[in-house]
């Protein structure tokens, strides 16, 4: 996966190719905490199950 964060006015950013898609989740949601947690539920409240990327690391 590739983290790409934005500079202010949305004009830039800076790319982090080939991240662990685990250490993605936990630095969004260290810079914006409760953004992600919209988008990790399914609509009925229930937690969504990451995949599992275990197997798929290098």
Not at 15 to 30: E, F, N, R
Not at 31 to 44: E, Q
């Amino acid at each position: 996966m590739t983290l790409d964060a934005t500079t202010a006015a949305g004009r830039g950013h800076y790319s982090t190719v080939d991240a662990d898609p685990y250490g993605i989740l936990d630095v969004a949601g260290a810079a914006v905490p409760g953004v992600l947690r919209s988008f990790l539920l399914r609509p009925d409240g229930s937690p969504m199950p990451l995949p599992d990327l275990q197997d798929k690391r290098m």
